[in-house]
């Protein structure tokens, strides 16, 4: 079975970060987003991806093939943003009408029992009850508990069971016809050709599918969402103890990640923060952050802040969200 991961979204809410790297790259505890998705994938049995790239899909294609070569990739080119559903109907001939496939959004960290999924041997969506489910594809369940009809983005749900963007899927020969269909008639939700209304067609079409529960689930596309995403997977995936030498003339609050080749001196580091490769920070309070690799603090305190890679920053008494090879001087030294 093959995994589909689209990955080809700008991610306009998370600039100026996605200006210069893809949303799914943006780390958290330690890795790529992602690489917390593939794991999980791997962990279920998973080693054969097709990835549909975009903006910047060489540096993910760069990440696949440089971190995960002991998996089977394929890259497909989605260059105009038209949904989900045309991202997978891109992909239509790296999958068999008889193969069933995983569909995973590339921004979206999950926690889930997939291996007890897959042997059901019936298709099925991830969903999680939420407050407002008026920004999500829904999900209304009949009686026996599977799908009766599925809605993107409705203004007055019926549900509050959001898909989280995970589907599994055994119909893939039906898949693609409506994929198809909907393509060449343009039916399209809100401007765009959506995966749901593919699903909603496929059971139109006689397909069954149900639901399964998602524990955990992040939709990674806003600083806040991110660093919360940080904190909870600092806090429950467990993460390497900190070095010896870090401690000294450091004071480390776990739970932290930094990065073997990070450096740092005459600072409070903690809790809930990630420091990427090659970072230095000096004489800093740094908490509830994500500091990017090759990145400079010095004289800084920083709580609820997203630190591009490559970045420079000295002085800071506050909340920052700076892009990659910023720099900045806020009073500190030079």
Partial sequence: MKAIIPVAGIGSRLKPHTTTQ????????????????????????????????????????????????????????????????????????????????????????????????????????????????????????????SIRRLVEKPSIPKSNLALVGLYYIRETGILKQCLEYNIEHEIRTQNEFHLTDALQCMMEKGAKITTFSVENWFDCGKKEIILQTNKNLLRHDGIAPVSEHLKQNNIIVPPVYIAPTAKIENSIIGPDVSVGEHAVITRSIVKNSIIGQNAQLQSAILENSLIGSDSSLIGAVQSMNIGDGAEMNLGGES
């Fill in 22 to 145: 893809p949303k799914s790259l943006i780390p958290v505890a330690g890795k790529p987003i992602l690489g917390h998705i593939l794991d999980r994938l791997i962990d279920a049995g998973i080693t054969e991806f097709v990835f549909i790239i975009g903006h910047l899909g060489d540096k993910i294609e760069q990440y696949i093939t440089s971190h995960y070569t002991h998996c089977s990739a394929e890259f497909v080119i989605q260059t105009l943003g038209k949904g989900t559903g045309h991202a997978i109907w891109l992909a239509r001939e790296t999958f068999s009408d008889d193969e069933p496939v995983l569909i995973v959004l590339g921004d979206t960290i999950f926690e889930a029992d997939l291996k007890s999924v897959f042997s059901a041997g019936i298709s099925s969506l991830g969903v999680k009850k939420v407050d407002d489910p008026r920004q999500f594809g829904v999900a209304e369940l009949e009686d026996d508990g």
